[in-house]
């Protein structure tokens, strides 16, 4: 298996509660190596392209007004099989039943929100990383 990357995002519920360096040192812990790394405002337009596979759902609109709330932290982490370790560190979308060990299950849990308050976003595929890591990191 080849090195991979991924985009990990940290929401801005993980921002406005101070676990910028708590997620970091669990991707660090596990050993993958982090290669890029900003905090960023988001806008619409860029969010609606970051997640352009959800636009008519329900949520849509909650998701992007939430992570246009607060500052986020982008970064890119690099190992192998990374894409999908990030995705078992991050636990399963829904906090209230993500494992306790992850970073959803130990850290978030249901706020009663339109949209799901889970701290990370990790990227699912090779596709997505790479689509991901170009809107985030190479102009938008
Ligand atoms: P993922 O972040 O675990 O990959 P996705 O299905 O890609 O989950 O959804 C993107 C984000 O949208 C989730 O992390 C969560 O914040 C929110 N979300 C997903 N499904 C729902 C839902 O059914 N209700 C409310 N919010 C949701
Ligand atoms: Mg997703």
């Known amino acids: 298996m080849s090195i991979e990357k991924t985009l990990v995002l940290v929401k801005p519920d993980g921002v406005a509660r101070g676990l910028v360096g708590e997620v970091i040192a ?14 960023l405002q988001a806008d619409r337009a860029l969010l609606e392209k970051h997640y ?3 636009q008519g759902k329900p949520f849509f609109e ?19 099989r990374v894409i ?3 995705r078992s560190l991050a ?5 209230t039943v993500a494992a306790p060990g992850t970073i959803r299950g130990d850290l978030a849990r249901d ?6 308050q889970n701290i990370v976003h990790g990227s699912d ?16």
């Open 26 to 39: 669990r991707i660090e812990a596990k050993g993958y190596k982090i290669v890029s790394l900003r905090m």
């Open 52 to 54: 352009a596979e959800h």
């Open 62 to 80: 909650p998701l992007v007004e939430f992570m246009m709330s607060g500052p986020i932290v982008a970064l890119v982490a690099e190992g192998n």
């Open 84 to 86: 999908e370790g990030f």
């Open 91 to 95: 636990g399963v979308t829904d906090p």
């Open 111 to 116: 706020q009663g929100t339109k949209v799901v």
């Open 125 to 140: 595929s090779p596709e997505s990383a790479a689509r991901e890591i170009a809107i985030f990191f190479e102009g938008k």
